[in-house]
């Protein structure tokens, strides 16, 4: 059953979900309501020509940091000094450089202008974090997501250069700042750095372990 929100700020029971995640329709994109759906398990994906659709998928694809898996040729890369990491340095230009790339089976992008104000403003407000990788002066990959307590739950990312994207993960689980991070939707890249699947009461656990 797919449930259409109003003006209130609640979420019906994840666990109701779809098969494919989708849990609900309607709603905005006020800061309130997208904490309470990252705190609940729950985030926004759809495009300019339908309604806000908020998924609750029952399968996570999550990365631990202590089991990301770093290749050969990806240690000589990050050890050869190409490339300088910042934070949240320039969340709006990351967040506008992951609507413009170009994915594979994808027509056009699921990151709206609404989206990018309601994400830049969650970042504005402490809420939303940004990696950015540069080669010289120049912006080359990075990534943005929201963090719930000891979890970050990666919105989208970027690579305009081999391997800039893949510096940037790797960064992030170097930090030990948090202990899982969401990475939402497979891809074999992901995958190949040591991302896997689990249910969704063991992400929702692990979301609420420190009150996040």
């Known amino acids: 059953m797919i449930f259409r929100l109003d003006e209130r700020l609640l979420f019906p029971d994840p666990a109701l ?38 998924y609750a998928p029952h399968e996570r694809f999550v990365l631990y940091p202590a089991k990301l898996k770093v290749s050969k040729s990806m240690r000589q890369v990050l050890r050869s000094g190409k490339f300088t990491i910042t934070t949240n340095r320039c969340f709006g230009d990351a967040i506008e450089a992951c609507s413009a790339v170009e994915r594979e089976g994808q027509d056009g992008t699921w990151i709206t202008a609404d989206m990018k104000a309601a994400y830049k403003k969650l970042h504005a407000e402490g809420h939303a974090h ?29 690579s305009l250069v081999s391997n800039a994207s893949k510096t940037a993960l790797v960064w992030l689980c170097s930090s030990g700042l ?16 040591g991302a896997g699947m689990i249910g969704r009461e063991e992400y929702m656990r692990l979301l609420a372990a420190d009150g996040g």
């Open 130 to 158: 940004s990696v950015e990788v540069w080669e010289q002066d120049k912006l080359v990959g990075g990534f943005y997501g929201v963090q719930v307590g000891g979890v970050f739950c990666g919105e989208s990312m970027f």
């Open 17 to 54: 979900a779809e098969d494919d995640g989708l849990l609900a329709i309607g709603g905005d994109l006020c800061t309130e309501r997208l904490l309470l759906a990252y705190q609940s398990g729950i985030f926004p994906w759809y495009s300019d020509d339908t309604p806000i659709m908020w």
């Open 178 to 193: 948090y202990r899982l991070i969401d990475c939402q939707v497979y891809t074999k890249h992901l995958a190949s750095m």
